[in-house]
């Protein structure tokens, strides 16, 4: 190979594998903004879904079969993958899903502070999808009121799945207070 000349080897041959997809819309306590969703793939790495082999780590490219050949779809670092886990790939944003978030209260007070925030979803493309709010909280929080069901996560994050119709938006509304000394 010549400078600056690479070449790219396949290392598995290709198969055929099931997926699921998720649109993920990433906040942040104060954050206000208003962009398009991730997608997210996750594969099973089983033998059920033609795999059980172990993935490793490195780039991997996404393509979707057309009726004018193969469309890349997007490209993403993935970890290493051993038999029986989930690979989770990112491959961009949708241009069709958008998310719009707002915080629509906030106060703070000498040792605790309180934030009402609204999310609104708006899916126009003309499949179901699946959702996944993830809201990141610094600190001791509490969840005070939420217009939909979350799984706490980890210490400082939640998550709200849900499904969203084609052509259909959807609003979510919390409320989170923190306290110090």
Do not use: C, M
């Not at 055929?16 to 306590?29: C, G, Q």
């Not at 979707?64 to 990112?90: H, R, Y």
């Not at 009121?145 to 499904?163: G, L, M, Q, V, W």
């Not at 938006?169 to 000394?181: A, F, H, L, P, S």
């Amino acid at each position: 190979l010549g400078k600056n000349e690479h070449i790219t080897v396949r290392l598995y041959a290709p198969k055929l594998i099931d997926y699921s997809k998720t649109y993920v819309f990433k906040n942040a306590e104060r954050g206000q903004k208003e962009e398009p969703l991730e997608i997210e793939y996750q594969v099973k790495n089983t033998i059920d879904n033609n795999l059980n082999i172990p993935l490793p780590q490195g780039r991997i490219e996404l393509y979707q079969s057309t009726e004018n050949g193969l469309e890349f779809t997007g490209e993403d670092q993935v970890k290493q993958t051993p038999k029986g886990e989930t690979a989770i790939i990112t491959a961009g944003r949708s241009f069709d899903v958008i998310g719009k978030r707002k915080v629509l209260n906030f106060e703070r007070q000498r040792k605790s502070e309180e934030a009402s925030i609204e999310v609104l979803i708006t899916n126009t493309r003309d499949e179901e999808i699946t959702v996944r709010l993830e809201e990141q909280i610094r600190g001791d929080w509490v969840i005070k009121e939420a217009s939909d069901n979350y799984i706490k996560r980890d210490a400082t994050t939640i998550h709200i799945p849900f499904s969203l119709n084609a052509g259909d938006k959807k609003t979510i509304t919390y409320t989170y207070r923190k306290e110090w000394n």
